[in-house]
């Protein structure tokens, strides 16, 4: 028997009973668009049961993510959720200590989460990624006024373009530790699927591809941006063409994250000259200064935000974590970033 369907609906229901309310405007992008996701197995969403019920459930997607030059397998809990006449019974805590057993088995390295500190914190055993580290300042926020007259443009990204996409993406991401490893199939199946979280655009410059960036859904701002490695001026050209787009679109200003890369930096410099350095929201939107404070590293606002949690030693720079404190020190000191085209 499919259970997924009641699960779904449990999961609206109870997000539905939160302040923030109404829940989610698909029917639960996680379980209820499982056949998007190529790692996807049944036992994956775990549910707790009363008298034969459904009280308590979750989902997993299972990754691996690249971490420096290396793979490390690691599984995001998403869409937590007990009905509104179970609460305040432990069940979330009994639900959390089943899937990290669950991922522990199966020999992830840790897990992920988007949450709240006082749930999953505390006693639960859950960090918030590297929180003692401000990174809103990596970002690049550039003005679009001039970049439609610029000789490149974008497309949006069709499945014939994944050899492309996926030869540029495994070209430039394996440096960094975070961004989630992607198959062909992942590409056609999950990323390219998932337009709510932004959109694939392929530059053009003279009827040929030269680059990809994501841009997001507010259509303001690119975290994924890649280009041909054999063409000089292919980097500066796909910035462009992010800000071409952009502008289309009504954006006065588009921000970029680009990593510790200086090849991208100089890039950036290329195409737009001393770009404006600022603090921005995860939502990719600059912050007042006064904001910076409760942003941390990959923190959505004080107190929430992606969260971790150790399972099992990793390859390479998570070769020697044994907690879930050596864990946060490793993404802080090795700039941990999760993409908005890998979906949490």
Known sequence: MDERPAVCALINLAYDAESYGPSLANPVVCVGDAHMDPHDRPENTRVLLVDGEIVSALHIWEREAYARGDKVPFGI??????????????????????????????GFAYGLLMGVVHTYGGSVGWRLAAEDRE?????YVVGTTGAALEAVSARRATVEDIPFLSG????????????VVRSEEFWRRWSLARTWDGTYEVAMRGGARIGYFHLGNRRDSADEIAWEPADASAAAATFRAAASLAAGEGASEVSFWIGEDPAAAAALKTAFGDARRAY?????????????????????QDGFGYMVRFLNPGPGILSGVRSTEDLTAVMARHSWVYLDGDGV
């Open 77 to 106: 809990v998403t869409t937590v959720a007990t009905h509104p006449a179970h609460r305040r019974k432990g069940y979330v805590r009994r639900l959390m200590a089943d899937a990290e057993d669950y991922l522990r088995g199966r």
């Open 280 to 300: 921005c929201a995860p939502d990719g939107q600059p912050a007042a200064t006064g904001d910076r404070a409760p942003y941390r590293q990959a923190n959505w």
């Open 135 to 139: 990174t809103l300042d990596r970002k």
């Open 168 to 179: 540029l993406y495994g070209a430039r991401y394996p440096r960094f530790f975070g961004p």
